[in-house]
């Protein structure tokens, strides 16, 4: 996984959350936030294990 595909999602991520936020009406809940350090986290442990050593 590159870092096209990286931001690609954590863009996502963070598209979603703000869209949930507005349906929720809660701009306190930080799901924008949140979901894009999940999805950036995701990414993360999907390079390791795909470049890690064996």
Known sequence: ???GWA??????AWLVGGFL???LGADTLGLRTLFAIIA????IMKFIKD???R
């Open 1 to 3: 996984m590159g870092y």
């Open 7 to 12: 931001t690609f999602f954590t863009m996502g």
């Open 21 to 23: 936020e507005g349906l």
């Open 40 to 43: 950036m986290g995701c990414c």
């Open 51 to 53: 470049n890690g050593t």
